[in-house]
């Protein structure tokens, strides 16, 4: 957890805390589990590679701590294979990270974290802070 001084309060006022963008990866990794139907070892290793990425880290970040990101969306996209096999193969996933929806005609479903209040309380649980 890291410690920030709130200067906007009395010019230096107590501590603020920030969230760590971790939680929110983990959080975003369970929920896609169920909601999006990670359910193959390929999904969620997609899945995982996505917010395992320093740009992930940095999209969690700015969801949880500035209060001027309201959402935060996971999409699944698939894309079948084509071929004799492909009736037979699972289509492929691969997963976005944005803070607006998109479409696209391989859309399969996105997972939408819409916070509570401005920002993430790093004492409280998160489930209790986004709908």
């Known amino acids: ?11 230096g006022g107590g501590p603020a805390f920030l969230c760590d963008p971790d939680l929110v990866k983990k959080y975003l990794l369970d929920a896609a589990g169920v909601l999006l139907g990670v359910s193959s070892m390929e999904d969620y290793d997609a899945a995982q590679a996505v917010v395992a990425t320093a740009e ?19 999409m699944k996209e698939v894309e079948s294979s084509g071929g004799e096999q492909a009736a037979y193969a699972a289509p492929a996933a691969s997963f976005a990270l944005a803070f607006e929806l998109s479409w696209k005609p391989t859309h399969a479903g996105s997972l939408a974290l819409i916070k509570r209040a401005p920002t993430i309380d790093p004492h409280l649980p998160l489930a209790s802070q986004i709908q």
Do not use: Q, R, W
């Open 1 to 11: 957890m890291e410690e920030v001084v709130d200067a906007s309060v009395g010019g």
């Open 56 to 74: 992930a880290t940095d999209v969690c970040n700015s969801f949880a701590n500035d209060s001027g990101v309201p959402a935060l969306y996971m």
